[in-house]
């Protein structure tokens, strides 16, 4: 079982940059893929980005990448997500999960552990 909790959200104005952190608890975090996903009022949950549990591999969502990087520290039982150039359409909450299923990582039903999500809001 794995325990996430969120931090590092807030309002930041347009262009700035935030990173995002993800704290896990259990001993399945090393083993477990990882994911962000953002979920804006009115719209559905979307997947944001995701790494492997070894941190080898990476996948961005087209809308961030080139400005998002995701890493862990399976030492620390961390993931992070490094988000730059925000946007107002940026502006969301931000889950982390974990998954067991590298091929299912874009998608929510995959996951089995959520946090309960960081406010983001970008103000132009």
């Known amino acids: 079982q794995v325990q996430l909790v969120e931090s590092g959200g807030g309002l930041v104005q347009a262009g700035g940059s935030l990173r995002l952190s993800c704290a896990a608890s259990?001993?399945?975090?090393?083993?477990?893929?990882m994911g962000w996903f953002r979920q804006a009022p009115g719209k559905e949950r979307e997947f944001v980005a995701a790494?492997?549990?070894?941190?080898?591999?990476?996948d961005f969502a087209d809308s961030v990448t080139g400005r998002s990087t995701i890493s862990r520290d399976n030492a620390k039982n961390t993931v992070s997500l490094q988000m730059n150039s925000l946007k107002p359409e940026d502006t969301a909450v931000y889950y982390c999960?974990?998954?067991?299923?590298?091929?299912?990582?874009?998608?929510?039903?995959?996951?089995?552990?959520w946090g309960q999500g960081t406010q983001v809001t970008v103000f132009s």
């Open positions: 790494i492997n549990w070894s941190g080898s591999i990476t």
């Open positions: 999960g974990a998954t067991s299923t590298w091929s299912g990582r874009q998608r929510q039903a995959w996951y089995s552990y």
């Open positions: 259990g001993r399945a975090f090393s083993s477990s893929n």
